[in-house]
């Protein structure tokens, strides 16, 4: 069994000032974001403009914090929020999801394509390479946090097993480690290598949307379920995994309806 590692939650102390690490892991996540897709508009025939990536990040940031935000009341603190409304922006008490700041990137995204004149789902296949990181930096600020810990694990079984210390004393699955590690950094070379080469339109953005939904469907098994939901179905399936199903049939549907109308058109890509 590991020891966790408790890291001060504070990772700058500037006087009054204090820079947490969960801020800075969003830091992390917009600047690579953002230099991987000015990375992508110097390929040939990108159609896509340094200008273009500023205004977008700014579309992509204010989607996935209220998106964020709004879709963890709603999905996670729905009766919580009926009793006090005024708590969707309390911000500083924490609680963001995943799901609802997809909802809210798509959203941005038809946003930024009918002022710029894209095809929505062109900014989709552009967005989806650079999604991956950011996640396993969230998920590692969820780690120094102490926070969304794994199941029960068995430490002569699971060696890397911890106890993090708000979770009580039994021995968890590093859960945070594996979702960055699966929908983090392995998606992200998935997704790179897809899209670093010609694709049907759709293609990429539906290969995101499956694999994000497998990847994060497999880490709930080893995920502790949130204390005041517990499993939804069966006793055995999460809310994250029921949240996950509609991105696995979406991401499939957007595969093959990508690659059947490149077929019938001939365009063998």
Known sequence: MLQYPNIDPVAISLGPLEIHWYGLMYLLAFGTAY????????????????????????????????????????????????????????LWEGGMAFHGGLIGVLLAAALFAHKHKKNFFDVGDFVAPFVPLGLMFGRIGNFIGGELWGRYADPSSVPWAMVFPRAGDIPRHPSQLYQAALEGLLLFLIIWWFSSKPRPRMAVGGAFLLGYGLFRSTAEFFREPDAHIGFDLFGWISRGQLLSLPMILGGAALLWLAYRRATQSGNHV
Not at 74 to 79: H, N
């Open 35 to 90: 230099a991987l897709a000015t990375y992508r508009t110097r390929q040939a025939n990108s159609g896509w403009t340094a200008e273009h990536v500023s205004d977008l990040l700014f579309y992509v940031a204010m989607g996935i914090i209220l998106g964020g935000r709004i879709g963890y009341v709603l999905f996670y603190k729905m009766p919580d929020f009926l009793q006090d409304p005024l708590m969707i922006v309390r």
